[in-house]
Nanobody, 122 residues
């Protein structure tokens, strides 16, 4: 069983910063790729950033240069440092991961946290 627990959301003024954290627990599995997605009211869930176990990153264009994704493999934790926040960043942010059974196994699964609300006021 895989569980993801996010924290760090809140209310911040435009131009401010927040750091989200997500701790994964995966019993016998290895946490592989991790990422952050967000869903604003009335919109579809969208990719924000992803990071591989080897720390290769990918960002949505709208957050490049403002957000930084990182991870601590020893703690099974992924972070999202968000700077220069804008009102359009307001959304519920979800943590996501897949897992693998061993270091040479292929990754599988699509696991989600419960989400954390980020609200940016203008």
């Amino acid at each position: 069983q895989v569980q993801l627990v996010e924290s760090g959301g809140g209310l911040v003024q435009a131009g401010g910063s927040l750091t989200l954290s997500c701790v994964a627990s995966a019993s016998i599995f290895i946490i592989d790729n991790m990422g952050w997605y967000r869903q604003a009211p009335g919109k579809q869930r969208e990719l924000v950033a992803t990071i591989t176990r080897g720390a290769n990153t990918n960002y949505e264009d709208a957050v490049k240069g403002r957000f930084t994704i990182s991870r601590d493999n020893a703690k099974n934790t992924v972070y999202l440092q968000m700077n220069s926040l804008k009102p359009e960043d307001t959304a519920v942010y979800y943590c996501n991961c897949d897992v693998r059974r061993g270091v040479s196994s292929r990754s599988f699964g699509d696991y989600w946290g419960q989400g954390t609300q980020v609200t940016v006021s203008s």
